[in-house]
């Protein structure tokens, strides 16, 4: 039996559709962190080094300086849901590629297409209002951004990727509508396309 990859919510025995942040090695800080789309799963995460900036999988690229900046969150995020559900946590790496199941792959590429044009001091705007929308929400806003520009160059600082950058980063969303969230078991884990 294959050893399930670390991660976070990803089953190759569920789906074999999911995806990859890719977190590049050194020290310079220069290379950015990558969301990679993968629809077949053949025993290991493979390397991301053969993705280019034009293929068509490559969602989204963010600084390192943004992800350090939304890492937590989103493990937060992730973990509480998981462990609502009987799931393990996941663990963002200090370098390489992580797996994350299909949904929680949206999720995070919304946030990311959210800030990669943004100014740095309206990332946590960002953040908090991607908290207060639902999954269901967040997978949506994903499926339509998607449909219209989701690669990663091709698809930045336009239509709906545009639009989600504004909804996002501005006019964040108050404690009360996030205390007003649903907890543990209510969260939805997976979408109902998986």
């Avoid at 090695?25 to 900036?53: C, H, L, M, N, Q």
């Avoid at 600084?63 to 937060?76: G, M, R, T, V």
């Avoid at 299909?102 to 946590?124: N, V």
Wanted: hydrophobic share 35%.
């Amino acid at each position: 039996m294959k050893r399930k990859p670390a991660g976070f919510g990803f089953d190759p025995d569920r789906s074999t559709h999911y995806f990859v942040v890719s977190i590049p090695g050194g020290t310079s800080g220069d290379a950015p962190v990558r969301i990679i789309e993968r629809y077949e799963w053949k025993g290991e995460v493979p390397s991301s080094d053969e993705i280019g900036f034009e293929h068509r999988d490559l969602k989204a690229m963010i600084p390192q300086s943004a992800f350090k900046e939304i890492a937590d969150e989103a493990k937060a995020e992730f973990n509480r849901r998981l462990t609502a559900h009987g799931f393990s946590s996941g663990r963002w790496l200090s370098k390489g590629d992580i797996p994350l199941g299909r949904s929680f792959g949206k999720e995070l590429t919304l946030l990311f297409w959210a800030i990669e044009d943004a100014e740095p001091s309206l990332i946590p705007n960002a953040v908090r209002n991607w908290i207060g929308l639902s999954p269901e929400e967040r997978w949506w806003l994903y499926t339509m951004t998607n449909a219209a520009t989701g690669q990663a160059l091709s698809g930045r600082n336009k239509g709906w990727r545009k639009a989600v950058r504004f909804a996002l980063t501005e006019n964040p969303i108050s404690d009360a509508v996030i205390r007003r969230r649903p907890r543990g078991e209510e969260l939805t884990l997976f979408s109902d396309m998986e």
